[in-house]
C-alpha cells in the first residue's frame, strides 16, 4: 500500500534574523509583577516568477521601558523564504505566506526571543501561541482606508 503525500506544496526555504535590539532599563523598579506588553507586524513580498514569498515578522517586547518601567525593551526581527510549486496567483501566494508564512516562523521568533532573555540574565519569556488566522485578519483591519 502507497503512503499518502501528505507534504505540502508550499516549501519553507529558510530563514534569517534581520534585526536584534536589546535595550535594558537601569532605572526599572521591580515593584509588581509585570505584565507581558508586546505587538506584531507581518509583511509578505511575493514573486510571482519564481513563485516565491518573502515574510517579515517583527515584534516589540516592552516598547518604552524607561517611561514605562519595564526592565528592558526587546526588538527582534526575522524574514523567512517560501516557494509554492503550484502555480498560484499572486494573491494565494501572498496569502499562503501571510497564514502559513507566519505559523512557521512564529516558532522561531519565541525561540529566538527566549534565548535573547536568557543570555542577557531576564527570566525567558515565551511568547503565548497566537491564533496566526485572526491576527492577520485583525492586522488588515487596523490597516484599512476608508476611500
Same mark, same amino acid.
Do not use: C, W
Given at each position: 500500500?502507497?503512503k499518502?503525500n501528505?507534504e505540502?506544496?508550499?516549501?519553507? *526555504? &529558510?530563514?534569517?534574523?534581520n534585526n536584534?535590539?536589546?535595550?535594558?532599563n537601569?532605572l %526599572?523598579?521591580?515593584? =509588581?509583577?509585570?505584565d507581558?506588553n508586546?505587538?506584531? $507586524?507581518?509583511s509578505? &513580498?511575493?514573486d510571482?516568477?519564481?513563485?516565491?514569498?518573502q515574510?517579515?515578522? &517583527?515584534? $516589540?517586547?516592552?516598547?518604552?521601558a524607561?517611561q514605562?518601567?519595564y526592565? %528592558?525593551?526587546? +526588538?527582534?526581527?526575522i $524574514?523567512?523564504? @517560501?516557494?509554492s /510549486?503550484?502555480?498560484?496567483?499572486?494573491e494565494? *501566494?501572498?496569502?499562503f505566506? /501571510?497564514? =502559513?508564512g507566519t505559523?512557521?516562523l @512564529?516558532p %522561531?521568533?519565541r525561540s529566538?526571543?527566549? &534565548?535573547?532573555c536568557? =543570555?542577557?540574565?531576564f527570566p525567558a519569556?515565551?511568547?503565548?501561541?497566537?491564533?496566526?488566522y =485572526? %491576527?492577520? +485578519?485583525?492586522?488588515?483591519k487596523?490597516?484599512?482606508?476608508i /476611500?
Open positions: 500500500m502507497d499518502p501528505i505540502s506544496d508550499f516549501k519553507f *526555504l &529558510g530563514y534569517q534574523v536584534i535590539s536589546l535595550t535594558t537601569p %526599572f523598579q521591580n515593584s =509588581n509583577p509585570i507581558l508586546f505587538n506584531f $507586524t507581518v509578505a &513580498g511575493t510571482a516568477e519564481e513563485r516565491k514569498v515574510v517579515t515578522l &517583527g515584534t $516589540t517586547l516592552f516598547p518604552d524607561n514605562n518601567n526592565p %528592558f525593551s526587546l +526588538e527582534v526581527m $524574514t523567512g523564504v @517560501f516557494q /510549486e503550484k502555480n498560484l496567483s499572486i494565494e *501566494l501572498e496569502r505566506g /501571510e497564514i =502559513n505559523a512557521t @512564529f %522561531f521568533l529566538i526571543i527566549a &534565548g535573547v536568557v =543570555n542577557a540574565n519569556i515565551m511568547l503565548p501561541l497566537i491564533n496566526v =485572526n %491576527f492577520i +485578519e485583525e492586522q488588515k487596523s490597516k484599512l482606508i /476611500e
